[in-house]
T-cell receptor, first 113, second 112 residues
């Protein structure tokens, strides 16, 4: 069974500041890990995914995440926040193949000018 | 089609009525998923179809919820005797092979 915990339902950063969104997972099998973003009034879009290749994964819009097995973490970072990054971010985990993704409760990112 | 299409985009219904939500997945995608997104609750898995295999219904919250997928393509999620706690955004997603999951824009269901 898999589960995801996202620490912080709401994170607020200043424009240009570091973005750090935290995700810890639990999985009984080697996990596949994902970050999705949901902009206001839009569907979910894949930011990046980890599938047992490189532990540092680069995604779209300057985001990246590092898989740390020892910490069971997959935190999302971006060096410099932009106003357009304001959105809801979801971390998700699955086993292999097409098994359904298990999502965290989401973190809403606000960017302050 | 170009993406996952869901209809209607918004549905307002009265408590006790039945509703049907439709999902048109990306053509050729064999896997189809339904999720429910409630405020502050993230995405809750409901049901999963893979090709001609029996669907994984383990996420359906009650027997008032059911879904079918006809001809391996279009899927319909039915909620019978709707309750106010059913109000949420219902999201459909599809995937082909080992590709990423593509989500529709969802159906916002409001039960009055």
């Amino acid at each position: 069974a898999q589960s995801v915990t996202q620490l912080g339902s709401h994170v607020s950063v200043s424009e240009g500041a570091l973005v750090l969104l935290r995700c810890n997972y639990s999985s009984s099998v080697p996990p596949y890990l994902f970050w999705y973003v949901q902009y206001p009034n839009q569907g979910l879009q894949l930011l990046l995914k980890y599938t047992s290749a490189a532990t540092l994964v680069k995604g779209i819009n300057g985001f990246e995440a590092e898989f740390k097995k020892s910490e069971t973490s997959f935190h999302l970072t971006k060096p410099s926040a932009h106003m357009s990054d304001a959105a809801e971010y979801f971390c998700a985990v699955s086993g292999s193949g097409n098994t359904p993704l298990v999502f965290g409760k989401g973190t809403r990112l606000s960017v302050i000018a | 089609g170009a993406g996952v299409s869901q209809s209607p985009s918004n549905k307002v219904t009265e408590k006790g009525k039945d509703v049907e939500l439709r999902c048109d997945p990306i053509s050729g995608h064999t896997a189809l998923y339904w999720y429910r997104q409630s405020l502050g609750q993230g995405l809750e898995f409901l049901i999963y179809f893979q090709g001609n295999s029996a669907p994984d219904k383990s996420g359906l919250p009650s027997d008032r919820f059911s879904a079918e997928r006809t001809g391996g393509s279009v899927s319909t999620l039915t909620i019978q005797r709707t309750q106010q706690e059913d109000s949420a955004v219902y999201l459909c997603a599809s995937k082909g092979g080992h590709e990423k999951l593509f989500f529709g824009s969802g159906t916002q269901l409001s039960v009055l």
